[in-house]
DNA sequence: CTGAAAGCGCTAACAG
DNA sequence: CTGTTAGCGCTTTCAG
């Protein structure tokens, strides 16, 4: 970056070939002789020759990076977009998230660029950057459930894979969890351990999955002849979850069993119970849900329902390069299965 | 991205002017006759034209667009990468970090390209990344204190700005905070409350960060007569905050203030506190640092020394920006003053 | 199997 | 104030 970076015209004139035969040996295409591959090979190593982007962009109209596009419902104020970013970081999906894309782009020298699309004004600055070519594609992560940044990236005719099936349809592809099977997992097993006064902390119900998630376990405990279920809503948070806690155990003494839609309430609701003097399994069980790395770690360990973020965020940057390569052209969906995963709170 | 994009020459042909002229136009060069500006103008919306970036950069040497490397140390192994980075995440102080950054990035319509250099091979593909041109510098937040990274891009000649002074010296700029100061601070207050039987929590000793506060509070401590202060080191987080909390009231049960190197440590200790029947603030006092979101929602909320991290993430992106810009070339420093902030805790 | 030549879409002198 | 003219560095036909 400090003196004039060497050229593929640089490279050429060192190895006595055309710029052509260089260029077909830098993108390993055939057709080349082993012994002016060697060459040539060498010529690229004496310069210190690194392709450039934005030249190879130019033609090959593909910049190797995708946008990961944090986006949230469309009522967020401008200016809140340090709290916005904060509020998303702070949960430990995310991260997961990050690392299942980083997983699949980097063995594929590509990279994810931040984008949050938090209101109206940044929904727009988005789509704009996308159509001037500063991503192939975009990856969403959608914090409500009624988000616009599908539908727009959909019209624009922007590449785009959402994680979690959008509220609306959209023709767009998607990853996502079965949800209510999860739920539904975690109400058995609750159930099997012989709890009867069982309550739930859901997500914030602007969310799907937080929807998806508490229609499946009230479905199963309907079933099972628990007709009621008490429910407090949280809001995927710690804090949240020793709230909803807090106010499920004024109301309902005897509660025997939680089930928490995320770990870090699960976390939450455990240690209020603690304070409270209930024992954790023996007297309130508790099933979270995520097997997020807090689950394995904390006191007691989380009985959990798994949810594979790490491999349905590769997925989704998978379905994405297909999009972008053309090899696949109509919407599809993946869903993973949950699994309970049984430690110590359960 | 469906059909064929509109392109300069498309909305000169429109306007019935000349490609520079557009350009003028699009880029706010002045010397342009307002009647044609407003032409061209309205040609730019009926063809829905949107620059290419490739085709800018190509000439521009500029991408708008930095690269955000999140680096640790030289010791992780390769295929780490998903743990690594769901560590980074699970801070809160990343995501601060980020809002910062973009908060400064997006109104200049830059974004910044997520790098994870956790490895020898991901540092070298980060470096090859760079000279290729991928970004036009690079923010360094390093996990660890001999972080090799940096260094690298010096040698590069890459425009780079760190999260923290290095331990080594490195022609770069950096933001930091006075640590020391900051850790003084806490001491005081703990001191100033009647606290005699003080410990506290450090965080990962590899960290730079968590030397200078632990230094910083074992200096005042000892100017005040306490030459000894317990120690027990945490890793930043609520589970070794917890850990760390049990070790130190096993061996001193007497204790009446704790300062946690961070947050998380100091809400994971009131919680071990509270268990173990000891009242927050009243038994004991707690001080942590960073005033993280968690600080204020938990309960009892935290006394802490606030850390702006997000003016801090926001004052480097301007830096690197600067020296992009050539406006700056050699390397600075800005040092942020913590500041206590005090609530329940102590 | 290799080279010559034609752009990709844009900016930036340089004339006028 | 506007148009003409060169490229930026690379890939990719098309000849040979």
Chains 1, 2 share one sequence.
Not at 162 to 169: D, I, K, Q, Y
Not at 177 to 188: C, I, P, S
Not at 204 to 212: F, I, M, R
Not at 269 to 289: K, N, S, T
Request: charged fraction near 20%.
């Amino acid at each position: 970056m400090s003196r004039q970076a060497p050229t593929l015209e640089d490279v050429a004139r060192e190895a006595g070939v055309s710029r052509a035969t260089v260029s077909r040996v830098i993108n390993g295409v055939r057709n080349v002789d082993p012994g002016i591959q060697e060459v040539v090979r060498q010529a690229v190593e004496r310069t210190g020759y690194a392709p450039n982007r934005a030249a190879r962009s130019l033609v090959t109209r593909r910049t190797q990076t995708v946008a990961l596009i944090v986006s949230g419902a469309g009522d967020t104020s401008e200016g809140e977009q340090s709290a916005f970013t904060a509020r998303v970081f702070a949960d430990p999906f995310f991260g997961r998230v990050v690392a299942g894309v980083v997983g699949y782009l980097r063995p594929r020298s590509m990279h994810p660029l931040l984008m949050f699309a938090e209101s109206p004004e940044a929904r727009q600055q988005v789509l704009s950057d996308l159509r001037q070519g500063s991503a192939d594609g975009a990856l969403v992560v959608s914090t409500h459930a009624d988000d616009p940044m599908p539908a727009l990236l959909a019209d624009a005719g922007v590449p785009a894979v959402l994680f979690a099936r959008p509220s609306r349809p959209v023709p767009l592809s998607y990853v996502d969890l079965a949800h209510r099977d999860g739920a539904r997992q975690a109400a058995e097993h609750l159930l099997k351990r012989g709890c009867r006064r069982i309550v739930t902390v859901t997500g914030p119900l602007g969310v799907g999955a937080s929807q998806d998630r508490l229609a499946g376990f009230r479905d199963t405990m309907a079933r099972s002849g628990h007709p009621y279920v008490p429910v407090a809503e949280g809001g995927f948070t710690l804090d949240s979850g020793m709230a909803a806690m807090s106010g499920l155990l004024a109301e309902h003494p005897d509660v025997d069993g939680v089930f928490a839609a995320n770990d870090l309430m699960a976390q939450g609701a455990c240690q209020v119970l603690r304070e409270r003097g209930r024992r954790v399994p023996d007297d309130v069980a508790v099933v979270g849900f995520d097997d997020s790395s807090v689950a394995a770690t904390c006191r007691p360990a989380l009985t959990t329902v798994r949810q594979p973020v790490e491999e349905m965020a590769s997925t989704m940057a998978a379905l994405l390069d297909e999009h972008i390569q053309g090899l696949r052209t109509d919407p599809t969906s993946v869903i993973f299965d949950p699994e309970l995963v049984v430690r110590e709170s359960a």
